[in-house]
Each structure stands twice: as C-alpha cells, then as structure tokens.
C-alpha cells in the first residue's frame, strides 16, 4: 500500500471506530477489506505482535484522548509499515465483533418520565399515559417509564405523597413502588401511598378497592376501602388500621402522631419555608392535627406551639424552632 493510500484508510478507520463514516466511506472500507488475501502469515514473529499490539494500544490512546499525556511513559517503537495493513484488518475484525456484540446485548434502557409538584406551588394533578390520574403533593416525585401502557404499569414513588386512581385494566397490573422495595399492587382502585425519604415508615391508605402490599420478600397485607398500612422500614413490620382517612387533595392537613420530621416537611414543601430545628430534641415530639386548607405557616406555628409548648422565630422565609 503506498503512502496516500495508507493515509486514507487510517482516517477512515479511525471515522469508523467514532461512528461517523458515510456510506460512501463504508463501502471503500469493505472494498479495501476485501482485497486482504485470505491466508497468509500475519506477524514474522510473537515480539513483533506484541509489538503491534502495544503500537495499536497507544494510537487508540491519543486518537481518544489526544489532550492527555502522562509524563514518564514510553511509547515503543512503531513495527514496519510492511505489516500495518494485516493490523489494521485485524482491527477491522474486532471493532465489527464489537459492534455486533454491542447491539444485542448493551440495549438501551427505556426512557423514564418524571413529574414533580413544586414546593409552595400546591397540590398537581397528572394524567398518565392509561388515562389513571395522579394527585401529588407539593415536593412529591414519582417516575414511570416511557412504554407506560404497554407493559406492567409501574411507578416509583420516589419521594413525598401521591393519590392514585387507577382505570381498570386485568392484562396490565398497576404498580407503585417506593424504598427499600414496598410495592402496591391494583387492578383499579382509588389510594394514597405516603413515602417520605425523611420517614422510618411507608403509609397506604386505600379509598375504593382493593390492594395488595409487599415488601420484596412477602405479601405484607390485603387492603380494603377506609383501610391504611403503616410499614416501618427499619423493623420490617406493619400495623394495619381501619377507618377512612380524610382526603389530603382538598388541600386540609390532617396528622395522626406524625413525627415532627413529616411537620417540618409540611412547612418546607406546602409553605416553601427553610426550617431550622434540632433533630435529637424533635424526636420526642409527636403531632395529631387538623388545619383548613386556608391555614397559614403562622396558623400552624401557632398550633404546633399550642400543643408542644415548642417556640419558634419566623424571619422572611426561614423559620427556627426552639425547645
């Protein structure tokens, strides 16, 4: 091979390793490539292949990342050029494996769709792909993939509240997960799953239907309408209670013994204030509560002051709570 001709093929060897050669490129490498002979000695010897193989190591190097140099390393001697169009053709070889190799088994995950209520901005309401409906509140987040209808309907909860009412569909179950591996399973039915990344428990309240939970590792509970589940994550137990709950989408604030954490994200995500608190001294607290949806962030200051004795300062928007 003469000089301008190896020069070409080293250009359109490296476009093909990036991907961006044309068809027309395309088809002046498999010309090229064809023309090898089909038997023949490759390397004279094992040193010139290592040697082959340590020149080829450092071209891939500097074609990826020519910016980078690292002081101190030798770059052996490159073997005659007599023997670089047997590389080459080996090159060939492995990068066309590679790609072969590379779309069966390295297929792209599926796009995830994220919806997020805004802190301080009020309740959203979401319309999935199914036609179910999704209420989340302020700082909740939840995820689902792209192909939402063509497979098992499946959320992840991430982080915060979220009603659900589910259209019913057999050939595809509804799934709502949330951490470390609580899954709620329906058919159709209307509930809430409370997942706070703060909390040591996840809460399901069912309003209509029926639903089944599971931890990864059993089946924890079949729910009923005006029955709730409360996990707690760290002792892998679970307290089912019955009565219906008051539904959260009118915008009110209802609390059953909630930590002061779940008060504290109240403020934070619903009023969109910076809360300052010390987290040893608010876990002796627990809160039951009723608040309007017209209540204040001074409302509830107020309130949690009333029942706890707890003090706290308001500035602008940061609030600061003392013992």
């Known amino acids: 091979?003469?000089?301008?001709?190896?020069s070409i093929i080293t250009s359109l060897l490296e476009k093909h390793a990036l991907g961006i050669c044309t068809p027309e490129e395309m088809v002046l490498l498999e010309q090229w490539y064809a023309a090898f002979p089909e038997q023949g000695k490759v390397w004279n010897s094992a040193e010139e292949k290592a040697a082959m193989k340590d020149s080829l190591k450092a071209d891939i190097f500097n074609a990826i990342a020519p910016a980078k140099v690292t002081a101190f390393t030798e770059v052996p001697a490159k073997p005659s050029r007599s023997r670089w169009w047997q590389a080459a053709a080996a090159v060939l070889i492995l990068m066309g494996?590679?790609?072969v190799y590379n779309k069966y088994t390295n297929k792209k995950e599926p796009e995830t769709i994220v919806v997020s209520a805004a802190a301080g901005k009020g309740i959203l309401q979401y319309e999935l792909p199914d036609h179910?409906?999704?209420?989340?509140?302020?700082?909740?987040?939840?995820?689902?993939?792209?192909?939402?209808?063509?497979?098992?309907?499946?959320?992840?909860?991430?982080?915060g509240m979220a009603f659900f009412s589910v259209t019913k569909d057999r050939q595809h179950p509804f799934l709502?997960?949330?951490?470390?591996?609580?899954?709620?399973?329906?058919l159709g039915t209307e509930f809430t799953v409370k997942a706070y990344a703060q909390s040591a428990n996840v809460q399901v309240m069912v309003k209509s239907g029926i639903v089944q939970v599971a931890d990864g590792t059993r089946i924890l509970d079949t729910l009923k309408a005006s029955q709730q589940l409360s996990y707690q994550l760290k002792e892998h137990t679970c307290t089912r209670m019955e009565g219906l709950q008051e539904d959260w989408r009118s915008g009110d604030i209802?609390?059953?013994?909630?930590?002061?954490?779940?008060?504290?994200?109240i403020l934070e995500k619903r009023y969109g204030l910076?809360?300052?608190?010390?987290?040893?001294?608010?876990?002796a607290y627990s809160f039951t509560l009723h608040l309007g949806k017209q209540a204040t962030a001074s409302d509830m200051l107020e309130m949690l002051k009333d029942i706890s004795g707890l003090q706290y300062e308001l500035n602008n928007n940061k609030v600061t709570i003392h013992k």
Do not use: C
């Open 1 to 6: 091979m003469n000089k301008p001709e190896q």
């Open 97 to 99: 494996s590679y790609l």
């Open 132 to 159: 179910s409906f999704i209420w989340l509140e302020p700082g909740t987040t939840v995820r689902y993939r792209k192909h939402f209808v063509n497979e098992t309907r499946e959320i992840e909860l991430a982080d």
């Open 176 to 186: 709502v997960k949330t951490r470390p591996g609580v899954q709620t399973s329906v």
């Open 254 to 265: 209802a609390l059953l013994q909630a930590p002061f954490t779940e008060v504290a994200r």
């Open 274 to 283: 910076q809360v300052v608190y010390n987290a040893k001294e608010a876990e």
